[in-house]
C-alpha cells in the first residue's frame, strides 16, 4: 500500500469518537498491517482502569479504518490480541489490508461530519426504516449485535446511567477526572480536536457560571 493511502487510513481513525475526545491510543506499521495500541499516558484512569473505555475507543478507530479502507478500495481483516497475549490489553489488534473488487464510500462521507457535541437533535423514536439501515451497518462484524431496549428495559438503563453520572459529582476521583478533561482555556463557542470544549457540553445558559465553578471540589461540595 503506498504511503498516500496509509496516511488516508490512519487519519479515518484520528476522526474516529473516543471517551472525552481523548484519544488513547497510538499506532504502528508494518508493510500493509496497521497496528493499534492503547496509550497509557492517555488511558487507564479510575473510570479506565481495565482499559474499557480505551477498548471502546479503539473499536471506533478501527471501524472508521476499515470504512476507509473499503472506501480507498482496500478490504481490511482484523485480528485480535496479534500477539497471542490475551490477557495484556495495551496491544489489542492489528489491521491487515490487501485490495479489494469493490469500494464503498457511502459510510466514508459521514467519518469527517461526526463531531463531539453532547446536544441531542433528534425527538420521537426511530422508525422503523433507520433501525433497519443501523441494524445493516452491523452484518459481518464478528462478535457483534445490534440490541434494540423495549420502554422496561430504557428505564432501567436510563437509571442506571444517572447513577453513574451522578458519581462525578459525588466522588472526588471521578470529579476530578470529569473536569480534567475539560478545556477550560476555550470559550462556550470554540471547538477542540482534544478533550472537550465546554462549547460541547450543552450546558444551559444560566447554569454556565455554576459548571465552571463546580470544577472545584470544595466548591463542588459546598453545591
Not at 459521514?110 to 433497519?132: E, L, M, N
Amino acid at each position: 500500500m503506498k504511503t498516500k493511502i496509509i496516511n488516508q487510513i490512519i487519519k479515518a481513525g484520528i476522526a474516529a469518537p473516543s471517551a472525552d475526545n481523548s484519544q488513547p491510543w497510538q499506532y504502528s506499521q508494518t508493510g500493509n498491517i496497521i497496528h493499534l495500541y492503547i496509550d497509557k499516558t492517555r488511558a487507564g484512569k479510575i473510570s479506565d482502569t481495565r482499559y474499557l473505555l480505551s477498548d471502546i475507543a479503539l473499536g471506533c478507530v478501527a471501524e472508521n479504518m476499515l470504512i476507509q479502507g473499503r472506501h480507498l478500495g482496500f478490504e481490511g481483516k482484523v485480528q485480535y490480541f496479534p500477539n497471542d497475549e490475551a490477557t495484556s490489553p495495551l496491544f489489542p489488534l492489528s489491521i491487515t489490508f490487501k485490495k479489494a473488487e469493490t469500494t464503498e464510500s457511502i459510510s466514508a462521507n459521514a467519518i469527517y461530519a461526526r463531531k463531539t457535541d453532547r446536544s441531542f437533535p433528534w425527538k420521537g423514536p426511530v422508525d422503523k426504516d433507520a433501525k433497519q439501515r443501523i441494524q445493516a451497518e452491523t452484518f459481518g462484524i464478528d462478535g457483534v449485535n445490534l440490541h434494540w431496549l423495549n420502554k422496561k428495559q430504557r428505564k432501567i438503563a436510563c437509571k442506571a446511567l444517572f447513577l453513574a453520572e451522578s458519581l462525578r459529582f459525588s466522588n472526588k476521583k471521578f470529579h476530578q477526572e470529569l473536569f480534567s478533561s475539560i478545556d477550560f482555556n476555550l470559550n462556550w463557542k470554540q471547538s477542540s480536536t482534544e478533550h472537550l470544549a465546554p462549547a460541547a457540553l450543552n450546558i444551559e445558559f444560566f447554569a454556565k457560571p455554576i459548571f465552571k465553578a463546580a470544577r472545584n471540589w470544595k466548591t463542588m461540595k459546598i453545591l
